[in-house]
Structures are given as structure tokens and as C-alpha cells.
């Protein structure tokens, strides 16, 4: 028996975030930045990997993405106004 990609794709997010979540906590990690850039780079790779099959347009990669983007371009003003 094989595993539907959509299935491998959600039960292997939902681990990736769960294994997140409490390793970030235990380096008392409590900026909300780091937690979406890692669940985005999370979705990312595995979207690149297992290709899912969509039922209609995923909406969600674009506003992860916007929020990714967002977030790097706050990081390097902040890095470079000092």
C-alpha cells in the first residue's frame, strides 16, 4: 500500500511543524518571525519534494511567500539602519 502525495505531503508538514514548534521553545525562541519563516521554508521544500496534487489553486503559497519576503526585507533594514 503507498501513501497518496496529498497524505505524505500533510502528515509529514504537520510532523515538521510539530518537531518546530518545541525546538524553537526550548532555545526560548519567542520572536514570531523565526516560527513563519521556518513553517514557510517548511511548506517550500516540501511542495518542491512530494509535488502534491492540487483540487484548486493553493492560495497559501503566495501569502507565505509575501510574509517571507516581508519578513527578510524588515530583517536587513533593521541590519542595516544599525
Known amino acids: 500500500m503507498t ?3 496529498n497524505l505524505l505531503f500533510n502528515i509529514l508538514l504537520a510532523f515538521l511543524m510539530f518537531i518546530t514548534v518545541p525546538s524553537l521553545a526550548a532555545l526560548n525562541e519567542k520572536r514570531l ?13 516540501l511542495l518542491a ?5 492540487r ?3 493553493d492560495f497559501i503559497a503566495p501569502i507565505l511567500f509575501l510574509l517571507f ?4 526585507t524588515l530583517r536587513i533594514i ?4 544599525g
Request: with cysteine; glycine share 0%; aromatic share 12%.
Open 69 to 72: 519576503m516581508l519578513i527578510v
Open 78 to 81: 533593521e541590519i542595516l539602519m
Open 33 to 45: 518571525d523565526v516560527y513563519l519563516s521556518l513553517f514557510t521554508l517548511e511548506y517550500f521544500i
Open 55 to 57: 483540487r484548486c489553486k
Open 49 to 53: 519534494l512530494l509535488r502534491p496534487r
Open 3 to 5: 501513501l497518496d502525495k
